[in-house]
């Protein structure tokens, strides 16, 4: 699929009346020029150089040089069968002995419309931009102002300024554009990333995790609290001694944040993974592994003595999204189910106070 490239467009710089060498004087002509443009999905954007000018002549349809209107040549006489008068002009008289009486010849010249072609290419930048949301607002928002303003002049101006057509082009891409950012933002908000007041249990334990926070523990009872104290000093030894740094040496110290929600019959940890979008694929796994191991034998040690299993998930975190989600229970020696699907989180999480870290 061709997406960029470039092409020629054509138009009128001005006209007037002139002396055809094909077919006479008093002959109305227009001058045309050829620029090329650079075009993206089609569409002209930027202009760059100047092809070529051309003065056409209204009434045989011939093309000659720009140079044509400063000729003098001998104009035919009328009175041999000369070319006809143009609709509308009255014939002059002419002398038998005399050369023909010509109207003086005129030009009328074009104002450029800078307006209206600016807001075109805005309007149309904006439009395709429209996912990115804040820096498309401003261009369509700009974009509109000046078609508004291109067209007003467009049509006061008459036929002397072009541009409306531009202009119209820049005002409808603009509104497009402005449409589809906002559908965009109300599709976010939708699905629930304008809802930060109504989060549930689940958003909020995985907010609580973040790598901004300045605890490494956090649960929805006291009991659950000292559970991911122990979690997260137990994960961040391990880290030091199970793997090793990209320099070939002993890892760094790692900050390990964990959120336990504990309730009856089953245990949820959600683990932060310090630099988790820089461990390969067989890191990963060792990752889940030991994660899982480790809070079997943390909840086995609680519940020493008792007979009933718990039901279990363990899940790790990058800096934004969860990479692995696994659920089980404290009797399987691996997870039953490894997926990257938070809602599987979401039947360990009720409705509960939470407590806060360190009480």
């Given at each position: 699929m061709i997406i960029f490239g470039t092409t020629g467009i054509e138009s009128v710089e001005s006209r007037g009346s002139f002396h055809c060498p094909a077919c006479g004087p008093r002959a109305f002509y227009q001058r045309k020029s050829v620029r090329r443009f650079f075009t993206l999905f089609f569409v002209p954007l930027i202009p760059l150089n100047k092809v070529g000018t051309?003065?056409?002549?209204?009434?045989?349809?011939?093309?000659?040089k720009p140079e044509v209107l400063d000729w003098g040549g001998v104009v035919p006489g009328l009175a041999e069968g000369g070319p006809p008068p143009l609709p509308g002009v009255v014939q002059p008289a002419v002398a038998a002995t005399g050369p023909p009486v010509l109207p003086p010849a005129f030009t009328v010249d074009y104002q450029s419309n800078g307006m209206a072609k600016a807001s075109m290419i805005l309007g149309i930048i904006g439009l395709l931009t429209s996912f990115l949301l804040c820096p498309s607002v401003f261009l369509c928002i700009i974009g509109l102002v000046l078609g508004f303003i291109g067209l007003s002049r467009s049509r006061k101006a008459g036929s002397v300024m072009g541009g409306g057509k531009q202009a119209i082009a820049g005002i409808s891409c603009s509104a497009l554009g402005?449409?589809?950012?906002?559908?965009?933002?109300?599709?976010?908000?939708?699905?629930?990333?304008?809802?930060?007041?109504?989060?549930?249990?689940?958003?909020?334990?995985?907010?609580s995790i973040s790598g901004s926070s300045d605890e490494t523990a956090h649960g929805n009872t006291p009991e659950a609290v000292e559970l991911a104290k122990s979690y997260s000093a137990i994960l961040s030894g391990l880290h030091q001694v199970a793997f090793q740094s990209s320099k070939g040496g002993s890892s760094k110290e790692a900050r390990y944040v964990v959120h336990c929600e504990l309730h009856e019959g089953s245990c949820a940890f959600l683990v932060n993974v310090p630099q988790y979008r820089k461990f390969t694929d067989d890191a990963k796994t060792s990752l889940e592994d030991l994660t899982w191991t480790t809070a079997r034998d943390l909840l086995k040690d609680r519940k020493a003595g008792e007979t009933k299993d718990l039901d279990l998930c363990v899940a790790l975190k990058g800096m934004v999204l969860f990479g692995s989600v696994m659920t089980g229970s404290t009797a399987m020696e691996a997870p039953a189910r490894r997926t990257k699907d938070e809602k599987d989180m979401d039947r360990f999480f009720a409705e509960a106070p939470r407590a806060k870290p360190g009480s």
């Open positions: 051309s003065v056409v002549c209204d009434r045989c349809g011939g093309s000659f402005l449409l589809a950012i906002v559908g965009l933002a109300m599709a976010i908000d939708k699905d629930g990333t304008g809802k930060s007041s109504a989060k549930s249990p689940r958003e909020a334990a995985a907010g």
